[in-house]
């Protein structure tokens, strides 16, 4: 929730960018995306990765100004999701009552694109893994292999003994691994089956999988710019590369 007391970490819901030498790729369509539209003025043929469809990851979708620009073509994909259509939660979210403007009726390309559970599959500028997670509705995890870098990228995702193995091999060696931690271990007690982790769950992946750097991503809209800066001191006495993710933070591998 963007507010005095969100400046610095920020406020948007979900949204992150990777770029590698060969395009641009967006994961997820939270409010974040609004303000990454503004700077893609050049007709762009681009992916758009929804690792679920839950609202946090959408939200941001009818507002992204690039859906309004005809010569702009956007694969959008999901995947590990309830048994409805990706294009269809997307449609909903645009009809009346809900917005104004159809999904239909905007000037962009747009194609939607179902991702088998667990399968890779490539977009403009990359190829992607992806991974089961443990989320209500389920949600992906994705992951980068590009020129010898790993970046990991898990949201939404409760990490319990079942996921162990599973999440653990697919994070192995990353440079960069970017996970949910929406709760601190006490909180976590309170919301077991929610679908979130704890800081102290995300450390104890990226120690387990030897990932070289972790961010802390997915932050409880109820925690403020000073509640970070403290999960920021108690999880690096746990992973000493520990980043906090913000608001435009640039990581470069
Ligand atoms: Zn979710
Ligand atoms: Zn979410």
Redesign the pocket.
Known sequence: MPGPGTVRYGGN??CVEVRTPRGRVIIDA?TGIIPLGRLMTQPEEFGLVLT?L?W??IQGFPFFLPNYRKGHTIHVYSGHKADVSLESVLKGQMQEPNFPVNLGGLPATLTFNEVPKGESFSVPGARISTVKLNHPNEATGVRFDVNGRRLVHL??HEHTPEYEDSVISFCEGADLLSLDTMYTPEEYEKHVGWGHSSWLHACHIAAAARVKQLVLF?HDPNHDDEFMDRVADTARREFANTVIAREGLDLEL
């Open positions: 819901t979900s939270g679920h839950h946090d990851h949201t939404d997915h």
